[in-house]
């Protein structure tokens, strides 16, 4: 189930002045090598404001609110600007006379370049620690240091931890480009881009170059301490906790991120958790974050649930309700509940997510997009295909109107293809898995693996159509991506696996076809849930060769997997009518 996070930039000072009128600028983002300047023609609503401001020439614009004091609360609903996407999302800030309001924005064209740098070295990083962790499991195991059971083990934590950093990639990628850079000291400017250039081991030891982290968290509570107990303190002590608190709650970050490279996801966890609780009061954007995290690489469902509950909790006593940290926080709880199959809990939190989430956005928004599209997903993992389609065209309709949602488009592209191929229309599977395919293409190229998780999909939907050769060619080009980027004991690759066999079944090749399939289980291993699908598949070959027997055998592990599942998934009751078959025709067959 997909997650999302809203950056909201929450200013709070007060004046003792009334406010006349509130000054502004639009801005481009900082970044290495290139200063901000001001952007001119950007169109900004203020909330309670009854026009909309154009900034003029250097960013600049200015407004006053009637009845409005210094201090008081303002909130900007809208930011335009053809060609540029805005930083923080719906930035609020305090009325001042003395302190502008800063709007920062990124030209889409600088963004897309600076993530494809980021996103380029941070792959060729984690390749290379991938291929040194092999290397060296592989040399312990010829030296005999480890055993072929703890090589495998080890292998498995490497081959996952792999697939997670490169998970990560896409959105460190997008929070590090869109990083500004104005008002960073020196050494953070250096972590930055040394994060950036995925130049770890240097990050790392430049934040530890300003001490000991643990030491210096330690201080940094008794600062906020102080700051509790002494509400005379001087200002500038106030400054100095708040710079002290957004420099070690990047190291947090940094930090974080260096041990998910290296696949060291407890100590991950244990960063991000540490970030989450510098404030956990009203931090609620990285509770959420730190349960995410938790859900995504350490699969402590428990844990998770108790974050996003944590969440909910903060934003309904901490903020205005309803709010829009409400919707996610429900909304994540859903993606728990629907994990552990639990779907009509999840569709409960699912529908109470975007019925907050409208209240204060309304229909036409990307998170209420990804709503609707947790309700199709929940609805196909029941089996209700109808109403899956329903809902991921409802989140077609939505994401079409927005600006820069062609990721999330190929996302549903591919997820109603999905639907059309469990409704046996794999020519509209075909068409949909196509338009997904182009936009992949686009975006990450041909060589990315979730580019080829579309290879596979369409792959799949050709060999019904029977049209094998070009079946042949998309699963090849998956699984040579694949076996490339997450090895041979991965379940994409044995996705491709799985698909080869049918092939060569049909074909009438079988012993071809049970070669693959039984790398997909060797792949998988014999209690994975995807292994269901092997099974079921190496069942059909001997079927076909009229070996019943061993049919029985492999359907009934195929069966008794699905079953644990979800008894009344169509899989499901297509392979207990086939394992009755195989039954009935090996009775036959000893009579």
């Known amino acids: 189930m997909k997650k999302n996070i809203l950056l909201l ?5 007060t004046f003792a002045v009334v406010a006349q009128k509130q000054q502004g600028l639009v801005r481009t983002i900082e970044r290495p090598g290139q ?36 201090g008081d609360r303002c909130l900007v609903t809208r930011v335009e600007k053809k060609g540029y996407t805005l930083i923080d999302k719906m930035p609020t800030f305090a ?8 709007i920062v924005m990124v030209s889409n064209k600088q963004l897309q370049q600076d993530e494809q740098r980021i996103r380029g070295k941070a792959e060729k990083k984690a390749a290379a620690i991938y291929e040194k962790r092999i290397a060296e499991l592989e040399r312990q195991l010829n030296e005999k240091t480890i055993s072929e059971e703890q090589y495998r083990e080890q292998l498995q934590l490497v081959f996952d931890g792999h697939e997670n950093f490169l998970k990560m990639i896409d959105e460190m990628a997008r929070r590090y480009a869109m990083t500004d850079y104005k008002g960073i000291s020196e050494i953070n400017r250096q972590i930055q881009e040394c994060i950036e250039n995925a130049e770890l081991e240097r990050a790392d ?16 509570q008794n600062k906020k301490e102080t700051t509790q107990k002494l509400a005379e303190l001087h200002k500038q002590a106030q400054e ?14 940094n930090k974080h991120l260096i041990c998910a490279a290296k696949y060291q996801n407890d100590s991950a966890a244990y960063w991000l958790e540490q970030r989450a609780a510098l404030d956990d009061t009203t931090n609620i954007e990285w509770v959420i974050r730190a349960g995410q995290f938790i859900d995504d690489y350490l699969s402590d469902d428990s844990l998770a649930l108790a974050y996003y509950q944590k969440a909910l909790f903060i934003a309904k006593n901490h903020y205005d309700t309803p709010n829009q940290w409400e919707a996610f926080a429900l909304n994540n709880i859903g993606s728990i509940y629907g994990k552990i199959g639990n779907y009509p809990t999840a569709l409960d939190y699912y529908f109470k997510a975007f019925e907050t989430d409208t209240l204060v956005l309304g229909l036409s ?13 929940t609805y196909y993992e029941q089996g209700d295909f109808t109403k899956a389609l329903e809902y991921y065209n409802k989140t077609l309709d939505i994401e079409k109107q927005l600006d820069e949602a062609l990721p999330n488009i190929a996302r549903t592209y591919n997820n109603i293809g999905l639907v059309y191929y469990e409704l046996h229309e794999y ?19 041909t060589n990315h693996y979730v580019t080829a998780q579309s290879y596979n999909n369409i792959g799949a939907a050709y060999v019904k159509e029977g049209e094998y050769k070009i079946a042949t060619e998309y699963i ?11 090895g041979e004991k991965h379940p994409h690759t044995a996705s491709s696996y799985n698909i080869m066999g049918p092939i060569y079944e049909i074909q009438g090749e079988y012993e071809n076809a049970r070669t693959y399939l039984f790398k997909a289980l060797k792949a998988l291993g014999p209690n994975d849930y995807h292994a269901a699908f092997p099974y079921n598949n190496i069942a059909s070959t001997y079927f076909q060769q009229g070996n019943y027997s061993k049919a029985v055998e492999y359907y009934y592990k195929a069966l008794t997997i699905f079953e644990k599942i979800s008894p009344n998934h169509p899989n499901t009751k297509a392979v207990r009518e086939h394992y009755e078959k195989a039954k009935e025709a090996l009775e036959q067959q000893n009579n």
């Open 9 to 13: 930039l929450c200013l709070f000072i």
């Open 240 to 253: 100095d906790y708040k710079i002290s608190l957004n420099d070690l709650a990047q190291d947090f970050y």
């Open 365 to 377: 928004n990307e998170n209420t997009a990804n709503i609707l599209n947790n309700i199709g997903l």
């Open 427 to 445: 020519k509209s599977a075909i068409e949909f898995y196509l338009l997904s395919i182009d936009i992949k293409e686009q975006i990450l190229g």
């Open 205 to 220: 030891s430049l934040i530890n170059s300003k001490g000991d982290i643990n030491l210096r968290n330690q201080e940094l």
């Open 95 to 102: 009325y001042s006379i003395s302190t502008p309001v800063e």
């Open 476 to 486: 090849l080009k998956a699984m040579g991506i694949f076996e490339k980027v997450l």
């Open 35 to 70: 200063k901000s300047e001001g952007i001119k023609g950007a169109t900004v609503k203020i909330n309670g404001y009854p026009n909309a401001l154009v900034s003029g020439k250097g960013g600049k614009f200015s407004f006053a609110i009637q009845g409005k004091k210094q």
